[in-house]
């Protein structure tokens, strides 16, 4: 899978892209991320990109000319791929939607700063777009990166054990938050593994962890239960 990220300051990424899973995946030729600056389509001599907002008003808005050049140059070097914007008004990122995302042969990820984008920029290109949450943060670089983390995880090879997302919270067909789980040692300042974990009985374990995981959703995030398709436990674990 490929990964173009259009930003204004690439050296963002760098440490990023060489840590943990992601670094893996890319040295196995799983996933291809690119880096783009917008600032090299500017034809001011200064590499500007910005200006101030007609009608006036406070900060900078990144120009229309240098990020749609930027982005349709970058669209002819591979194969047709989906372009996403990170916007505080798009459609929140869930992890249905990350589902959505990783089935794309490849994702252009458009990140803004400042004050945002002349509106042109999405009349004439015609992105998603994606929001992380309702906040604001300084630039799309973060969030890129949230996107290219949550999808990444779904790419066949690149998660040691491919069962692994299936049990995450929020995965497809599970809306309940995922079960407690210990390892090493038994026992830690007075605290203790669940004695079921221990006896080797697998369906008692996969019943238990099924019961934890709609008490903690229960207890953290209840407003998941009135979603369809959350699975629940039997009658016992509710009451």
């Known amino acids: 899978m490929r990964f173009d990220i259009l930003t204004l300051f690439p050296g963002i990424f760098a440490g990023y892209l060489g840590q943990s899973l992601l670094a893996k995946a890319q040295e196995a030729g799983l996933v291809d991320v690119q880096l783009f600056d917008i600032r090299q389509w500017s034809k001011d001599k200064h590499h500007k990109v910005d200006d101030r907002p007609f009608g006036g008003g406070p900060g900078m808005i990144l120009q229309a000319p240098p990020v749609v050049d930027c982005v349709e140059a970058v ?26 995302l990783a089935k794309e042969p490849r994702i252009l990820i458009l990140c803004g700063r400042y004050e945002g984008f002349d509106e042109r920029i999405f009349e004439i290109l015609q992105p998603e777009e994606i929001s992380i949450g309702d906040y604001i943060i300084n630039g799309g670089e973060a969030a890129a990166m949230v996107v290219i983390d949550a999808v990444i995880r779904l790419i066949p090879g690149v ?12 995965s497809s067909g599970n809306r309940l938050l995922e079960f407690p789980q210990y390892t090493r040692p038994r026992e830690y300042r007075g605290h203790t593994v669940p004695e079921i974990l221990l006896g080797g009985n697998h369906e008692q374990i996969a019943r238990w962890r099924r019961e934890q995981s709609y008490l903690s959703t229960r207890k953290r995030r209840s407003d998941l239960l009135d979603l369809p398709n959350t699975e629940q436990p039997d009658e016992r674990t509710k009451q």
């Open 75 to 100: 669209q002819q070097l591979a194969s047709s791929g989906k372009l996403v914007v990170m916007s505080p008004r798009g459609r929140t990122l869930t992890q249905p939607v990350v589902e959505e």
């Open 159 to 170: 998660l040691g054990d491919e069962e692994s997302s299936h049990h995450d919270s929020f």
